[in-house]
């Protein structure tokens, strides 16, 4: 198993699979970092149910009321990706990290759109 912590959630990969949890993390702001950390966190968790369906996105196999995303587990992209060519025409973080390969093609891992220009995804 391995842990990675971005700013508001903690991905936990295990196996196969990688789950998305809020962090509580303060930030050096103390009881109100932990909460908007967490309340962020299952904002882009949320964000991700949203868009998950969308192309080049890494589809969410299952959700817990945003408080815990799986995912199919992706491999690491080594090289400097050509992000236009995923096929997902929304704003992104464009950043190594952010993608990832599943089953032969480059997906974004990391779709939260909370943080972007973008409205939010009408088709729920």
């Known amino acids: 198993m391995q842990v990675k912590r971005g700013l508001t959630r903690t991905v936990l990969l295990i196996g196969r ?8 993390r303060s930030h050096g702001q103390g009881l109100s970092g932990v909460l908007w950390s967490f309340c962020r966190g299952v904002l882009a968790n949320h964000s991700e149910i949203l868009w ?20 199919p587990r992706c491999g690491p992209v ?23 390969m ?6 974004w891992v990391d779709y939260d759109m ?8 009408q088709h729920v």
């Open 78 to 100: 080594t090289w400097d990706p050509d992000y236009d060519a995923i096929g997902f025409t929304g704003p992104t973080d464009r950043k190594r990290a952010n993608v990832g």
């Open 52 to 71: 998950a369906e969308e192309p080049g996105v890494c589809p969410l196999k299952w959700s817990v009321a945003g408080l815990i995303n799986v995912y």
């Open 17 to 24: 699979w990688a789950v998305k949890v809020p962090s509580f």
């Open 102 to 107: 599943l089953d032969g093609r480059m997906v």
């Open 114 to 121: 909370n943080w972007n220009d973008r409205p939010p995804c």
